[in-house]
């Protein structure tokens, strides 16, 4: 069964600095990668989706990354914003029956 | 604009009551889903749909109840059954290709007492 885990839970960085959060899953025979940002008491926003054949996915000042050999993924945030805090989750879709499975998120606080 | 509804935003219920969290979408989309999320947890699957009048279990299925009469409604009933209601609860759509990202509602906070 697929295990997809997020560290660290929490990080709090200042305003302007580049960041990266991680994302690891235990089956590499994933079809896609999803990071998603979810903001207080809200539903969840899509990011960026990686598909397999994919190595890394941009958008804005936003990139995910994938490397399904190591079963790992990253989504680079550069010269973050206050804006930015929300919880960031990844999710990968896998098995027989496609279905997604959600990490437990990254909570960023950016400090102005 | 495009979208999905969940509706209410908030419900509060006593226990052993059955209450039904609905969820409209008019993105034209096939698959619907339905995710717990607990605090400190990521989302769970309860149920999910790709196609009208056909749905799936999720992970945790157990104590609820699903329809999909219509491609844009997909409603969540929490029956007296399911043992710890109390959640955050999403309603997600999607193309039916794996490879489309999914939309998600603005969520239903139920609280059981």
């Known amino acids: 069964k697929q295990e997809v885990t997020q560290i660290p839970a929490a990080l709090s960085v200042p305003e302007g600095e580049n960041l990266v959060l991680n994302c690891s899953f235990t089956?590499?025979?994933?079809?896609?990668l999803q990071w998603f940002r979810q903001d207080p008491g809200k539903g969840l926003t899509s990011l960026l989706l990686?598909?397999?054949?994919?190595r890394e996915q941009t958008s804005g000042r936003l990139n995910a990354s994938l490397d399904k050999s190591s079963g790992r993924s990253t989504l680079y945030i550069a010269a973050s914003q206050p804006g930015d805090s929300a919880t960031y989750l990844c999710?990968?879709?896998?098995?027989?029956?496609?279905?997604?499975?959600f990490g437990s998120g990254t909570q960023l606080t950016v400090l102005p | 604009d495009g979208g999905i509804t969940q509706s209410p935003k908030y419900l509060f219920r006593k226990e052993g009551q059955n209450v039904t969290l609905s969820c409209e979408q008019n993105?034209?989309?096939?698959?619907m889903y339905w995710y717990r999320q607990d605090p400190g947890q990521g989302l769970r699957l309860i149920y999910y749909?790709?196609?009208?009048?056909?749905?799936q279990k999720g992970d945790i299925a157990e104590g609820y109840s699903v329809s999909r009469e219509k491609k844009e409604s997909f409603p969540l009933t929490v029956t007296s059954a399911q043992k710890n209601p109390t959640a955050f609860y999403l309603c997600?759509?999607?193309?039916?290709?794996?490879?489309?990202?999914?939309?998600f509602g603005n969520g239903t906070r139920l609280t059981v007492t």
């Open positions: 997600a759509s999607s193309r039916a290709d794996y490879n489309s990202p999914l939309h």
């Open positions: 749909s790709q196609i009208v009048n056909d749905f």
């Open positions: 089956d590499s025979a994933i079809y896609n």
């Open positions: 993105l034209n989309h096939d698959a």
């Open positions: 999710a990968a879709i896998s098995g027989s029956a496609r279905q997604l499975t």
């Open positions: 990686i598909q397999s054949s994919q």
